[in-house]
């Protein structure tokens, strides 16, 4: 093990420039890989714990009529609230329009206890109102419709028997979150109020658990888990990881051909020394073992360059984070302006047995020549 550890270092040296640019390449590689791969881990762990805070809280009990991501279920998807449940916010769900500055747009009012503690919706703001008709409503919304706190707006909504009724509506406070499903196209006003004005009196769509709840089956009502609600993010999360793989692949496969072709030129040029080594008493397996070595030591290498350069880099890029564009933040998806990468020990360990497990393995295919090394023909300087 000396032996090839001493061989090993003196041949990888003896290269120079040829050898910097292996190991260069191979440590780009492993700081470009975790990087990534950082930064999808930073966007899911923000994405979920967003959607936790201001969207799911515990878990979500929905009407079997409702469904979110249908608007036309807004109508029949919505029951009167189960008697005697604890730890559940009851959500009501009602559409309607508004005129700001002579436009309408399509809007959806949310009605929501004010004494809710299960998101961190400002529902507290509502309280002790001086206006009839306060809301709240998020920052995309704000924009849209180019309203700010203490605006007021006329909004229009069918009540039970699909009466059309109007009021003015005063924005009392303008939320920041980075989920748009509670904000884009969102009113959010008291649930009381929303019962008092469309007459739908104790009735829900949905409702956010919290911590104190305790989930028994209930008719017309089905319970979805954090998990349950949160696997769209981690399916898109994966998505992007399956296609980041592709720039994953193409770094480490050229910085492996450079050790692969490194690998056969050495074994072609160096026939003579090889078959002194066979000539001098040494196996095969062992002389096969020292080229091995000798090209996973370049991963060994990169791994060193990689934490010299790349540790402050990648330091660095976790502190400051990744900005993300505006167009990519209208994507209706959990996203905050700047992500910050999180790189974990899975991560980077999880990368260097990557890195030098296929260096390795690329590192020993061109050393199966040896094992038919003719060590006569090979003193004799001949080629084979």
């Known amino acids: 093990m000396k032996l090839a550890f001493t061989l090993s270092i003196k041949n990888i040296f003896g290269a120079k420039l040829r050898t910097f640019l292996n190991v260069f390449v191979l440590s780009f590689s492993f700081v470009v890989i975790i990087g990534l791969k950082g930064v999808m881990d930073g966007w899911d762990d923000q994405a979920r714990r967003d959607s936790i805070n201001w969207q799911f809280g515990q878990g979500q009990l929905i009407h079997e009529d409702y469904d979110p991501l249908d608007s036309f279920t807004i109508l029949d998807g919505k029951g009167l609230i189960p008697e005697n449940i604890s730890g559940l916010t009851p959500i009501l769900v009602h559409q309607a329009s508004i005129y700001p500055q002579g436009r309408m747009l399509g809007a959806t009012i949310k009605g ?17 109102s001086k206006y009839n008709y306060p809301v709240i409503i998020g920052k995309r919304m704000a924009e849209s419709s180019k309203l700010s706190i203490g605006d007021e707006v006329l909004i229009r909504w069918r009540d039970k028997n699909g009466t059309y009724d109007a009021n003015r509506i005063t924005v009392v406070d303008i939320f920041d979150s980075n989920v748009p499903a509670i904000d884009s196209g969102q009113i959010w006003m008291s649930i ?70 490194t690998q056969v ?16 008493g040494m196996t095969r397996q062992k002389v096969i073992g020292i080229f091995t070595f000798e ?15 790349g540790f402050p880099l990648l330091a660095w890029f976790a502190d400051v984070g990744f900005a993300v564009p505006p167009a990519d933040q209208k994507m209706g998806i959990p996203i905050a302006d700047t992500i910050f990468p999180i790189f974990g020990l899975k991560l980077v360990f999880g990368t260097i047995f990557l890195v030098l497990f296929a260096s390795t393995v690329v590192s020993f295919l061109p050393t199966r020549k040896i094992s038919k090394l003719d060590p006569i023909l090979a003193l004799k300087g001949k080629k084979q």
């Not at 090209?295 to 350069?309: F, P």
């Open 112 to 128: 929501i206890d004010l004494s809710q503690k299960s998101v961190l919706l400002p529902t507290k703001a509502l309280i002790n």
């Open 192 to 261: 009381e109020t929303l019962w008092q004005i469309t007459g739908l009196n104790n009735q829900a769509s949905f409702f956010i658990a919290d911590k104190n709840y305790k989930h028994k089956p209930i008719n017309f009502w089905k319970f979805n888990s954090q998990e349950e609600l949160l696997k769209p993010i981690s399916d898109l999360v994966a998505q992007k990881n399956g296609s980041q793989s592709v720039i994953y692949f193409l770094l480490l496969t050229i910085a492996l051909l450079a050790i692969f072709d």
């Open 265 to 280: 030129l050495s074994v072609f040029r160096r026939q003579s020394e090889i078959g002194t080594y066979i000539a001098l």
């Open 295 to 309: 090209g996973s030591l370049y991963s060994v290498l990169a791994l060193i360059l990689a934490t010299i350069y």
